[in-house]
Nanobody
């Protein structure tokens, strides 16, 4: 069982930056693929970024490529999402997700087994 707790959300002006953190419980963090998803108001949850269990592979949604960066610190059981050049359309509840690592990096909601409670990110224009 893995418990995930996100932090770092808030209100920021367009063009600004925020850094999200996701702290995981458990001793097997380094064996988990980690992902970030978001759910804009009135819309379905969508993929943002993910990193494989080894930390050697990452993937991003086209909408955030070049602006967001995912990273992880296995010693701290934490995954991060650095968000730069934020736009109003980035406004959403951001969720951290985990699943036991496999060969490919998952980018679909149903591929993840564990979810955090979410943190609100609001970008004003």
């Amino acid at each position: 069982q893995v418990q995930l707790v996100e932090s770092g959300g808030g209100l920021v002006q367009a063009g600004g930056s925020l850094s999200l953190s996701c702290a995981a419980s458990g001793r097997a963090f380094s064996t988990y693929d980690m992902g970030w998803f978001r759910q804009p108001p009135g819309k379905e949850r969508e993929f943002v970024s993910a990193m494989g269990w080894s930390g050697g592979s990452t993937t991003y949604a086209d909408s955030v490529k070049g602006r967001f960066a995912i990273s992880r610190d296995n010693a701290k059981n934490t995954v991060y999402l650095q968000m730069n050049s934020l736009k109003p359309e980035d406004t959403a509840v951001y969720y951290c997700a985990a699943r036991q690592g496999y060969a490919s990096i998952p980018s679909i909601v149903s591929q993840y087994d564990y979810w955090g409670q979410g943190t609100q990110v609001t970008v004003s224009s």
